[in-house]
C-alpha cells in the first residue's frame, strides 16, 4: 500500500541552526501539507503546497520556514534559525486532491536544544 | 474561526465493549470530516473519511456519522479490543483552495482486556 515517508524520523538541532525536513509524498498525489504537533497539544496546520507554490499557509509559517518540491518526488520543510519552540512533531501529508483523503507520514521528531 | 472539539478527552472500557466517540464544530461549512488512530509517538492513521453529504461511513468495526447542520460527528467503535487503545482525532476539511485540515485535540482510549 502506498504510504507518505518522513526523514529523519528524529532530529536534534542546536538554537540557531537550520533543518530540512523531509517527505515523500505519495506518487500520484497532487496536493502537500505539513502539520505540526507540539507535545500535548493539537495536530496544527503550517501549509499547503500545490502545483509548484504554496496555497495556503498558517500564521505560524513565517519566514523562518519555507517548503519546496526539488524534484518530482521530494517535498522539504526548512527552519532558517530554530527557536526552542519549534520543537515538535512535524507530519507530512498528502492527498490526490484539495478534498481528498489525506494520509500522513510517520513524523519527524524535531529537537531544539 | 472553525474551532474542533473531542469529548471526552480520555475514556477507559473493558474488553468487548461498544463505544462512542464525540467530534463537534462550530463552522458547519466543511467539505468533508476525517477520522485519524494515533498511536503514542507515531503517525496519523487515516480510519475513515465521510463527505459532508454523507450521513455515515463504514469500515470494520468502525461507522463514523455526520450531522453537518448541528456540527456533530461519532465514531462507533463495535465490540472494542485492547487493540484499539489509541488516540483518536476528528479533523474537518474548510472550503479553502488549500485543503487544510483543522483538528480536535483527541480521545485518548484505554481498552482493557
Known amino acids: 500500500e502506498p504510504e507518505v515517508t518522513q526523514t529523519p524520523s528524529h532530529q536534534v538541532t542546536q538554537m540557531g541552526q537550520e533543518v530540512i525536513l523531509r517527505c515523500v509524498p505519495i506518487s500520484n498525489h497532487l496536493y502537500f501539507y505539513w502539520y505540526r504537533q507540539i507535545l500535548g497539544q493539537k495536530v496544527e496546520f503550517l501549509v499547503s503546497f500545490y502545483n509548484n507554490e504554496i496555497s495556503e499557509k498558517s500564521e505560524i509559517f513565517d519566514d523562518q520556514f519555507s517548503v519546496e518540491r526539488p524534484d518530482g518526488s521530494n517535498f522539504t520543510l526548512k527552519i532558517r534559525s530554530t527557536k526552542l519552540e519549534d520543537s515538535a512533531m512535524y507530519f507530512c501529508a498528502s492527498s490526490p486532491t484539495s478534498r481528498g483523503e489525506a494520509f500522513f507520514g510517520q513524523g519527524t521528531r524535531l529537537t531544539v536544544v | ?113
Open chain 2, 1 to 113: 474561526k472553525q474551532e474542533v472539539t473531542q469529548i471526552p478527552a480520555a475514556l477507559s472500557v473493558p474488553e468487548g465493549e461498544n463505544l462512542v466517540l464525540n467530534c463537534s464544530f462550530t463552522d458547519s461549512a466543511i467539505y468533508n470530516l476525517q477520522w485519524f488512530r494515533q498511536d503514542p509517538g507515531k503517525g496519523l492513521t487515516s480510519l475513515l473519511l465521510i463527505q459532508s453529504s454523507q450521513r455515515e461511513q463504514t469500515s470494520g468495526r468502525l461507522n463514523a456519522s455526520l450531522d453537518k447542520s448541528s456540527g456533530r460527528s461519532t465514531l462507533y467503535i463495535a465490540a472494542s479490543q485492547p487493540g484499539d487503545s489509541a488516540t483518536y482525532l476528528c479533523a474537518v476539511r474548510q472550503g479553502d483552495q488549500g485543503g487544510k485540515l483543522i483538528f480536535g485535540q483527541g480521545t485518548e482510549l484505554s481498552v482493557k482486556p
